[in-house]
């Protein structure tokens, strides 16, 4: 068997929107990603399926994108009926405290209500807050330092262990 090939970053992301135009203010204009691609076609490319739409980039400091996905029926996607609201959510990285801070008033001044800051186990702190969308959003910073980071790292396979062994002796009714 071959190895995996190496993946070299995230390229983008895709949601559905709501509004093309709508989620072009609130990512480019509150938030500050650029709009630096669109494609718009009657038809989909890897499917052949007919349905006309519009597929817009949103880029980011280090090239990867969120992107989204106008239907043009001014319908925006449903939550996961069995998941709770905050676990499906796209967290973003900021680059100091002063940024996550000064995103959370830019956000609160255009109406948009935040949550935080939250601190998260010494690893990250963060806000959270809603797109237009629907769309649960987070702006984190990573407030360890390298040896927490790999102390986290070191730790990481046997935490998921453990929750894997305590979750398979829980009784089917809690689980």
Not at 12 to 18: E, K
Not at 20 to 37: C, I, K, N, Q, S
Not at 68 to 79: M, V
Not at 148 to 170: G, P, S, V, Y
């Amino acid at each position: 068997m071959t190895h995996p090939v190496p993946v070299h970053g995230l390229h983008h992301v895709a949601y559905r929107c709501r509004d093309a135009e709508e989620t072009r203010r609130f990512y480019e204009d509150l938030l500050g990603l650029p709009l630096v691609h669109v494609v718009r076609a009657d038809a989909v490319e890897s499917t052949g399926e007919a349905c006309p739409f519009i597929h817009l980039f949103f880029e980011m400091t280090d090239g990867s994108c969120v992107a989204f996905f106008d239907l043009g029926d001014n319908t925006a996607a449903e939550p996961s009926p069995n998941t709770p609201r905050w676990v499906n959510h796209l967290a973003l990285r900021v680059g100091s405290q002063a940024e996550v801070d000064q995103a959370r008033q830019r956000l609160i001044a255009a109406g948009v209500d935040v949550i935080g800051p939250v601190s998260h186990d010494g690893f990250v702190h963060s806000i959270y807050f809603f797109d237009p969308n629907g769309i649960r959003l987070e702006l984190t910073l990573t407030i360890s330092d390298a040896r927490e980071l790999q102390a986290f790292k070191d730790e990481a396979h046997a935490a998921c262990a453990a929750w894997t062994a305590q979750k398979n002796r829980r009784p089917a009714a809690h689980a």
